[in-house]
């Protein structure tokens, strides 16, 4: 038979952590103020009770009762739920209970005695470990704190921010929010905006209430203090940069929480007083930056910029006399400048299709608008009033500009010609889209730029400086009217580069912008690109990717070119000071066969110019050579001398030394 192993006097397994000789023991330290420590056996099968009873009687402590154990150092409380993590080597100490440290703070904080509660107020935080703080919220401690607070309110302002820095964290970690009662809150409110004291500690414990307890106290909150009594803070010579940076967060908050009918509300006050100098003046002139304020400062930027949102997305009403009224002033300003800068005996170089009904008097046809009147412009969205206002602010606070910008179209033909309404509209949407505008998410661009914060108009001034930068680069580019939205994305991609680093000042900023000329974006666009397709490339999966795919890659290429060449393109008539040449453009197109190329003068058009129209073809087996740049024999004709526009010039040799030239 076989013999089984005996496991009667098998000994269980010792527990982990425990390496005494007797089952379930652990050896530690214990010590008490004013005693000799104690190195004890800690049995794990005795309950908690009995082994508090025994250190006490060998110090002959009375009451043990009201004793238990605490780790030293962590200052964790021995519970029977957390006796099994003790390990040996422990230093624990003897501690009242919890309960019973609370029972008689919650009792002298009820004193009638008011030196009394201003002493407890003042020991809370140091007094009340965590445990503690939870023992003191479940006896009903706050509903006696908060209550001694409003009875003493003239009293405990010096002690109030150690109290209102307890009563926080414990609504914070214990979801307590909803005793917060109204003459709690109202007193709170005139401590932040009147007391020398505790006006950061008000600050900060509001800004977490509204973060945290819920609408009905945002709605408290908002409608008991006032923009006027905020800014006074910021402005007050007695308050110091901690409280002002307190004050802005909870602006920041309020504005975030508050519904959006009151939110327009505050911010429409916030605009009137001029916040963004304030801040400027009270915190950034005086304080150093810290990650906390760099949060609030892009918080409040993009709070702010909220307002401006709203008018991106309201279009022209003409019931509204407001609208009437800046529309007015917009079209007085742009034909007070057409009006200055129109030499004497030289007309429009446009002749107007229709006039328009409101402004008979403005020649509608300089301005770059597509609907005959200008009320029908504004309407579009998004733009809209903002577009608006924008123009408007270039036209009468920038009108030296604004005179440059119909300067320079005098001296293009029709197609060639910036359009100014149409242009202001596509750099708006550019602005409003670097700035973040209408992004109701701060947390999601924490950057701010300091020039936001020193003037009055700033998106109206960033706009400004776009629009100058918006002809400039149109220029550059040889564009013509039907590429406004593809010279306004190399204007976004211009203003975001320079705002990165130059946004310290106006000067700075302008300075970088006129240095960022088309070449130069140009040339950081393709070295972005090149980093890219350079570490894409180079791994194995895109090689073998790519080596997989080039063969039909190359063949939607084929196609796509072929379509766009049968699609047709139009180009600027460098033949029109030439003796006989009415036409400002001429359209170019491939045949659908692929075999033979179209041309002729014509107007631009939004559709291609039929095949019969383009009088003039040439077989592409003709073609013997492309030129481009400075080789093409239409630059080395050129009266004009070779600069950048020659870098967009080509040319299709046939024949002997016949051409044809494109720019």
């Known amino acids: 038979s076989i013999r089984r192993p005996s496991v009667a006097n098998k000994k269980p397994a010792p527990l982990p952590g425990v390496s005494s000789p007797g089952a379930g023991i652990v050896k530690v330290a214990v010590h008490n103020e004013g005693q000799q420590p104690l190195l004890y056996e800690f049995n794990q099968k005795q309950p908690l009770l009995v082994i508090v009873r025994d250190v006490c009687s060998k110090w002959g402590l009375s009451n043990p009762d009201k004793y238990c154990f605490q780790h030293s150092d962590t200052k964790e409380y021995i519970t029977e739920k957390t006796r099994h993590q003790l390990k040996n080597g422990a230093l624990l100490r003897v501690a009242e209970l919890p309960k019973r440290t609370v029972k008689e703070i919650c009792i002298q904080l009820a004193s009638k005695d008011e030196k009394d509660v201003i002493m407890t107020l003042s020991t809370l935080r ?19 704190l908060v209550s001694q607070i409003l009875k003493f309110s003239d009293s405990v302002e010096e002690t109030l921010s150690t109290a209102l820095s307890f009563i926080q964290h414990i609504f914070e970690t214990s979801e307590r929010w909803v005793i917060l009662s109204e003459p709690f809150v109202k007193l709170l409110l005139k401590y932040a905006t009147t007391s020398q004291h505790c006006s950061q500690a008000s600050f900060a414990f509001l800004e977490s209430a509204l973060e945290h307890a819920g ?35 909870f602006i920041n908050t309020m504005l975030l929480k508050c519904n959006l009918e009151k939110r327009f509300e505050l911010l429409s006050d916030v605009h009137k007083k001029h ?7 009270q915190i950034l002139a005086k304080t150093p930056m810290t990650e906390e304020l760099t949060g609030h400062l892009s918080t409040f930027q993009t709070v702010y910029l909220s307002l401006i949102g ?54 509608t046809s300089r301005m770059g608008l597509t609907k005959v009147e200008p009320a029908d412009e504004f309407q579009e969205v998004p733009g809209g009033l903002l577009a608006l206002e924008c123009l408007s602010h270039f036209s009468l606070n920038w009108s030296e500009e604004c005179d440059q910008h119909f300067v320079s179209n005098l001296s293009r033909t029709a197609p060639q ?49 776009a629009m100058q930068l918006f002809n400039k680069t149109w220029r550059e580019m040889g564009a013509l009217t039907v590429d406004v939205d593809k010279v306004a994305a190399v204007v976004r991609r211009q203003v975001s580069l320079v705002m990165k680093s130059n946004n310290s000042d106006w000067t700075t900023l302008k300075a970088g912008l006129w240095e960022m000329n088309y070449t130069k974006i140009s040339s950081v666009i393709e070295e972005e690109k090149s980093r890219v397709d350079d570490a894409t490339s180079q791994s194995a999966p895109a090689k073998e990717l790519a080596a997989r795919l080039r063969p039909d890659i190359v063949e939607l290429v084929k196609a796509q070119r072929l379509n766009t060449l049968v699609a047709g393109g139009f180009f600027p ?3 029109e000071k030439e003796k006989g040449r009415t036409k400002s453009t001429w359209c170019c197109r491939l045949h659908t066969n692929h075999m033979v190329l179209h041309w002729a003068e014509c107007e631009t058009s939004t ?18 050579e492309l030129v481009i ?5 239409h630059v080395k004709s050129s009266s004009k001398k070779p600069g950048s526009w020659s870098n967009y010039a080509f040319a299709l040799m046939y024949n002997n030394d016949d051409y044809i030239g494109f720019l």
């Open 310 to 363: 709203k008018l991106l997305l309201t279009p022209y009403n003409r019931d509204k006399k407001t609208h009437q009224s800046l529309l007015l002033s917009f079209m007085m300003a742009c034909q007070a400048s057409m009006g200055r800068i129109r030499p004497v005996g030289i007309s429009s170089l446009t002749s107007p299709t229709a006039v328009s009904e409101d402004f008979p008097d403005v020649d």
């Open 275 to 281: 916040f963004p100098e304030l801040i400027h003046k």
């Open 126 to 144: 140091q007094t009340l470990s965590e445990e503690k703080c939870t023992e003191f919220a479940t006896q009903s401690g706050l509903k006696i």
């Open 607 to 624: 559709t291609a110019v039929p095949f019969e129209q383009l009088t003039n073809k040439i077989p592409l087996s003709e073609v013997r």
């Open 417 to 465: 010609q910036c359009p100014f309404v149409r242009g202001g509209f596509a750099i708006v949407r550019v602005v409003a889209d670097l700035l973040n505008v209408g992004d109701h998410a701060p947390g999601s661009n924490a950057h701010h730029y300091k020039i936001f914060f020193n003037t009055r108009s700033y998106f109206e001034d960033i706009f400004s400086l």
């Open 215 to 249: 609408s009905s106290v945002v709605e408290l909150v908002s409608s008991n203090i006032t923009i006027n009594q905020l800014s006074g803070v910021l402005a007050s010579p007695t308050s110091t940069v901690e409280t002002k940076i307190a004050s802005l967060g």
């Open 629 to 633: 740049g400075k080789e093409c024999p």
């Open 573 to 575: 008539n460098w033949k």
